[in-house]
């Protein structure tokens, strides 16, 4: 257990729905990190925040937008689904420091498009 | 931009037996962070190991040790003894001092009985 927690699970919706997944890091962790996980495919980056901030950004698209609470918790707001959006969808932090390196995931939100 | 591939989309290996799992990078960076995450069915992402490019030395943990060449680029993991339960995805991952974390696309481990 990496103590990330991802909400819910798994998630089945239709095309041009929105759904929001949420995230909450480790004790302590300031930066959390979102990623995407398309069938069999490698990890894409996402969106960083670091203690309510966006911090970087990867290959989001625009139908999709995040944010950091000031509890440090993230969701993730996915809108416009379509079914190329059926993915894992994958949190983790770290304390954010620079040079850490390391970061922990949770189990994933698996999201269905139907 | 950093850059991480994994030339072998697919391995298998004996039970018990020695497997290599290779892995290379791209970066004008001096300083940085490789690691290897192992993915089982279940999906969820565990550390396996990880190594800090401005140490020489290569990193060991139990059974998983990685052959780190920083002039060459290169990251590749050995499995030895391999066990039933090490049949996985294995990613490559590569981060720099920005936090800024690639993966490579996966290399498909099955160990045989």
């Known amino acids: 257990d990496s103590g990330v927690t991802q909400t819910p699970k798994h998630l089945i919706t239709a095309t041009g729905q929105r759904v929001t997944l949420r995230c909450s890091p480790r004790?302590?962790?300031?930066?959390v990190y979102w990623y995407q996980q398309s069938l069999d495919q490698g990890l894409q980056f996402l969106i960083q925040?670091?203690?309510?901030?966006?911090?970087a950004k990867g290959n989001i698209l625009e139908r999709f937008s995040a944010q950091q609470f000031p509890d440090l918790h993230s969701e993730l707001n996915l809108s416009s689904l379509e079914l190329g959006d059926s993915a894992l969808y994958f949190c983790?932090?770290?304390?954010?420091?620079?040079?850490?390196?390391?970061?922990?995931f949770g189990p994933g939100t698996r999201l269905t498009v139907l | 931009a950093q850059t991480v591939t994994q030339s072998q989309p697919e391995m298998s290996v004996q039970e018990a037996e020695t497997v290599t799992l290779s892995c290379t990078y791209d970066t004008s960076e001096n300083n940085y962070y490789l690691f290897w995450y192992k993915q089982p069915p279940s999906r969820q992402m565990i550390l396996v190991i990880r190594?800090?490019?401005?140490?020489?030395q290569n990193a060991t943990e139990n059974r998983f040790s990685v052959n780190f060449q920083k002039a060459a680029k290169s990251f590749s993991l050995k499995i030895s003894d391999s066990q039933l339960g090490d049949t996985a995805m294995y990613f490559c991952a590569f981060a720099d001092n920005n936090n800024d974390m690639r993966f490579g696309a996966g290399t498909r481990l099955t160990v045989k009985p």
């Open positions: 983790a932090s770290n304390q954010g420091d620079l040079g850490i390196g390391e970061q922990f």
């Open positions: 925040y670091y203690n309510g901030e966006e911090r």
């Open positions: 190594q800090e490019a401005y140490k020489q």
């Open positions: 004790s302590g962790d300031l930066s």
